[in-house]
DNA sequence: TGTTGGTGTTACCGATCGGTAACATCGGCT
DNA sequence: AGCCGATGTTACCGATCGGTAACACCAACA
């Protein structure tokens, strides 16, 4: 549209610059894996410059930040929708959260647990991703023996680290096996299963 | 030792230097990632020149290739040297299994599946990494089901793909909880539990 | 009107990536 | 002895990595 040879400036404030990098660090760091996208990717799909990511955050590193960051609140917002719909039925949260997490991680493009992904790309154990990784673990895990607990589970320690054990197995088999493998959709059976059993009931 | 300032040359024959470039390249590519390591990392740690690698190997891609073939080798030894120790005894030897993959993931410095690793590391579904390690899942699932079938369970198919998924879990949450959690102390019982449950007795 | 602070753009930095050309040097062969 | 093929070494290629300096520009405010 501009007659003159210059290149097309457009301004964005400081504020909407930031969220337009983080969507793009997002979705590109999700879907591609946060250390083969580099900056150059992330500041071209956010339709920045490269500057305006360096004035908004120090690093890749501090974005990383961000990025596990809203990660962990996406996360939690998923667990809490599946579990509060069963205030007083501990046993039916644990089993609508395992429903829904299949129904997700069998979507068509599904790229696994983000938090896996960065366990998977960061080798050394001390790296601040795999700290933030095993606390978010930690406290999945804290939240399931609670669960268990409430649904009056015999071991509620035991039946957690079974569930624990079965989302992760959901997480990478979507990778592995692939989101459309018949693996994928045994998962809410097993999870009945090992509730129902702990519960010390017969499965259904 | 030498009083030239010539650069000590050493000379190795092409068959060791493919083994030595191997070797470094498997320990490398397993334990930091095989997109992190350079392949002048290789080359150093195996002690020979980069020419010597690009003479052996075609490309990085052609070493990564190798280096799947030799982990699948690995994990069908393995493999087959839990179950063959109960030749009469399937269920003893998903068992058998179960105990000793467990024993391997829970020691210190343990990296995780190394096909899982890859499926991480790149993003392409049809990266040739990613196929080959569908077909490896494909291949441990169908010996899976022939030896729940084995066992007698009623539905092998579906006692495999509960088994598929705590072998997916148990990589993972030595990655995410750690090697010495309780999460994957648990991997046996978890096992033992699913193979009773399916041979229709109850667990001891 | 002039100044000032933040923004966009360009160009660049040193390091590392996978990969290669050219040549020195060696061992085995005739 | 003389040759030749395979190996070792150096130096380099273009591309990309994360990150930055310098400067053009614009808006709000005095």
Redesign the pocket.
């Known amino acids: 549209m501009s007659e003159s040879g210059?290149?097309?400036?457009?301004?964005?404030?400081?504020?909407s610059?930031s969220a337009r990098i983080l969507d793009a660090a997002e979705s590109l760091f999700y879907r591609e894996g946060t250390?083969?996208?580099?900056?150059?990717?992330?500041v071209k799909q956010a339709g920045?410059?490269?500057?305006?990511?360096?004035?908004?955050?120090?690093?890749?590193?501090?974005?990383l930040r961000q990025y596990l960051k809203r990660r962990e609140a996406m996360f939690w917002g998923y667990f809490d929708g599946s579990v509060g719909q069963h205030p007083d039925d501990a046993a039916a949260a644990l089993r609508q959260y395992f429903s829904d997490v299949t129904a997700r991680a069998t979507r068509d493009g599904y790229r696994g647990c983000p938090f896996v992904n960065v366990a998977a790309e960061y080798p050394e154990p001390d790296h601040f991703a795999r700290r933030f990784v095993a606390e978010h673990k930690r406290q999945l895990l804290a939240r399931l023996t609670a669960l268990a607990a409430a649904a009056g589970a015999r071991d509620p320690a035991a039946l957690a680290r079974a569930l624990a054990l079965l989302i992760e197995g959901l997480y990478t088999a979507s990778q592995t096996y692939g989101t459309d493998s018949p693996v994928m959709a045994a998962v809410p059976q097993v999870a009945d299963l090992l509730i129902a059993q702990a519960l010390g009931r017969d499965p259904a």
Chains 1, 2 share one sequence.
């Open positions: 210059k290149p097309a400036r457009t301004v964005v404030d400081a504020a610059a250390r083969a996208v580099g900056v150059d990717a992330v920045v410059n490269k500057m305006s990511l360096y004035r908004q955050f120090s690093s890749k590193d501090e974005l």
